[in-house]
């Protein structure tokens, strides 16, 4: 039963073309997070939303933002794709902001390509 | 700034061998310790979570211990399988509400059959 579910798996764009990236949770969590990887590196927290607070990394670039237009889906826009963006997005979901004892839930990712 | 360092970077290991993976943190005020399983080209599957006033966690063949005053974590494995060849990533959970995690950049286990 997948609870966290990304799409598309892959994604191919040109560089400079804005993407859009969506993500959905069938677990009703509050919290909804991205994360960036590249190619054999740790995974790099962008954002998260708390219900519909936003809460951006001081390091994440201006040209990545969301959405969260319901509790089940959140949308990671890129507006103009650099060659360096081509990474692995992951989405994840926990129940609450309360670290303790709060596991974060992960999708299997989209993998996106720049041309 | 919090660091997060898993030593070794690969190991491999014949099949049946029991092995131990380490994670080390800079900054001990976390709100628990999570380690992952990812598969070549796949997504984060949670294995275990170690809360802060929590020594260690178990389940099936996996035991993971935290120490959190030294920063330290190790995630044993017991008589391994093939099928648990991945790459094996620890997180801690810190930031003003727990929200962030930090990864380490993995360990990539391979057993051979």
């Known amino acids: 039963d997948a609870m966290v579910i990304q799409n598309p798996r892959y994604q191919v764009t040109q560089f400079g073309k804005p993407v859009t990236l969506s993500c959905s949770q069938t677990?009703?969590?509050?919290?909804m997070y991205w994360y960036q990887q590249k190619s054999s590196q740790a995974p790099k927290l962008l954002f998260h939303?708390?219900?519909?607070?936003?809460?951006n990394e001081a390091d994440t670039p201006d040209n990545f933002q969301s959405r969260r237009p319901n509790t089940s889906f959140c949308f990671l826009d890129i507006r103009s794709p650099g060659l360096g963006d081509a990474a692995m997005y992951l989405c994840?979901?926990?129940?609450?902001?309360?670290?303790?004892?709060?596991?974060?839930?992960f999708g299997d990712g989209t993998r996106l390509s720049i041309l | 700034k919090q660091e997060v360092t898993q030593i070794p970077a690969a190991l491999s290991v014949p099949e049946g061998e029991n092995l131990v993976l380490n994670c080390s943190f800079t900054?001990?005020?976390?709100?628990?310790l999570q380690w992952f399983r990812q598969d070549p080209g796949k997504g984060l599957t949670s294995l275990l979570l170690?809360?802060?006033?929590?020594r260690e966690q178990t389940s099936g063949r996996l035991n993971a211990s935290l120490d959190k005053s030294s920063g330290r974590s190790t995630l044993y494995i017991a008589a391994s399988q093939p099928g648990d060849s991945a790459t094996y990533l620890c997180?801690?959970?810190?930031?003003?509400?727990?929200?962030?995690?930090?990864f380490g950049e993995g360990t990539q286990l391979t057993v051979n059959p």
């Open positions: 994840a979901t926990s129940r609450d902001l309360k670290g303790t004892g709060q596991p974060q839930h």
């Open positions: 677990l009703n969590h509050n919290v």
């Open positions: 939303y708390y219900d519909k607070d936003f809460n």
């Open positions: 900054d001990s005020a976390i709100y628990n």
């Open positions: 170690i809360q802060s006033s929590q």
């Open positions: 997180a801690v959970s810190e930031g003003t509400s727990g929200s962030r995690l930090t």
